[in-house]
């Protein structure tokens, strides 16, 4: 995974729930590729259809909550998001995020950020670019574990690459 990374940004709003991400009734497959094909899709119909790759979804206060499930950020990440910047998160989220290799930040400016604006992430300097609106938004510094897993994809190829899947 690269360290830094630009996209479009796609906004969402306060408690965009895991059911909101990926629909449970899509959740008998494992299939990454079906997941992605359904992203979002009871919050904006069609959102799938409207991303490129490497865009970026911004989002509110509490952004992932509901289930425990890692089927939400894996269909974010399997759809080409690179990262999803909100104020905040609900903790499962949070973790099964990096779990699975996708990059999430938290700053208080995410209300700032306007659909469409495009944003530049440093992960390694902890700085967002908004190039549109020629402004910056510092984070918090990930901490360096945390930046291994994602820099491996997710902790399954961390484990597997520090070999300790025996």
Not at 106 to 119: M, N, R, V
Request: aromatic share 8%; hydrophobic share 40%; net charge negative.
């Amino acid at each position: 995974m690269q360290k830094q990374f630009s996209g479009k940004a796609w906004k969402f709003g306060d408690n965009i729930d895991t059911d909101l991400i990926i629909a449970a009734r899509y959740l008998n497959t494992s299939d990454t590729a079906i997941l992605a094909s359904h992203l979002m899709e009871d919050a904006r119909a069609g959102f799938v259809n409207e991303i490129s790759q490497g865009d970026i979804i911004v989002g509110g206060e509490n952004f992932g909550c509901g289930s425990s499930r890692e089927h939400a950020p894996v269909a974010i990440k399997e759809a080409g998001i690179s990262a999803v910047i909100a104020k905040s998160y609900a903790r499962i989220f949070y973790r099964n995020a990096f779990n699975t290799g996708l990059p999430i930040l938290e700053i208080q400016e995410a209300d700032s950020i306007k659909e469409g604006d495009t944003l530049e992430i440093d992960l390694p300097n902890g700085v967002i670019k908004n190039l549109t609106q020629q402004c910056t938004y510092p984070f918090a510094p990930i901490p360096p574990f945390m930046l291994e897993l994602l820099t491996s994809g997710g902790l399954i190829p961390y484990a597997k690459a520090q070999n300790l899947t025996k």
